[in-house]
């Protein structure tokens, strides 16, 4: 019998349920530190004006820490929701204008088409918004044709298991995320950092 998807408990589409989404998210402490290692990675690539692409970027969190720490940075933010694009509009104020955003579902079979070739990709608590682990593979396969030759895939979601999260439909524990990114093509696959029930893999 064929797993069912994992209904969300919430529509990010809505604006209400957005703006509550946004306002617990901040309570998180261990985003910070998941927010550091992101900028960390992207600096260590070392060229001049630097490519990305972040995939589920909500209400602009990562975005705003990225565009504070960086320069040169090109960045496209990715997301299904209109609602989700504005708050992160509002949060980056001036620096907005210098982002490209992009309403996409990546649960779509062609949400990459036209897109890259970046520098990077970057996603943060996105990928179990596929609403089931199954799909994970197809998405990492399709996030590699965007990437340059060698160029990094940063992915940074809840894990399932110990000290993380119960679902193990929704959620891949963090062998499971790398065995699924190897399946996609990647050759090298590496843990960054673990915070909280959040872990971070570089694939390459």
């Known amino acids: 019998m064929r797993e069912t998807d994992v209904p969300s408990p ?18 998180r402490p261990e985003r910070e530190d998941i927010f550091r290692a ?10 001049g004006e630097l490519s990305v692409l972040e995939l589920g970027s909500g209400p602009g969190f990562l975005a705003a820490h990225l ?8 960045l496209t933010l990715v997301d299904f929701s209109q609602v989700m694009h504005d708050l992160a509009r509002c949060r980056l ?18 949400w990459n088409n ?11 608590q996105a990928v179990h918004e596929l609403r089931h682990k199954r799909y994970a593979e197809s998405l990492h396969m399709q996030v590699k044709r965007v990437l340059k030759p060698g160029a990094p895939y940063l992915v940074c979601d809840h894990y399932f298991g110990e ?11 963090t062998d499971e995320q790398k065995d699924a990114l190897l399946r996609a093509g990647f050759k090298d696959v590496a843990q960054v950092i673990q915070a909280g029930s959040l872990s971070m893999l570089r694939a390459a």
């Open 163 to 173: 000290g993380g999260m119960a679902n193990s439909q929704l959620y891949m524990s």
């Open 38 to 47: 992101f900028a960390a990675e992207l600096q260590v690539l070392d060229r």
């Open 67 to 74: 565009l504070g720490a960086m320069q040169n940075l090109a």
């Open 93 to 110: 104020g001036e620096c907005a204008k210098e982002v490209r955003f992009l309403e996409l579902n990546f649960k779509d079979s062609n």
């Open 114 to 124: 036209g897109l890259g070739p970046f520098d990077a990709v970057i996603t943060n």
């Open 10 to 27: 919430v529509d990010l589409r809505d604006p209400s349920d957005a703006r509550e989404w946004e306002r617990t998210a901040q309570a």
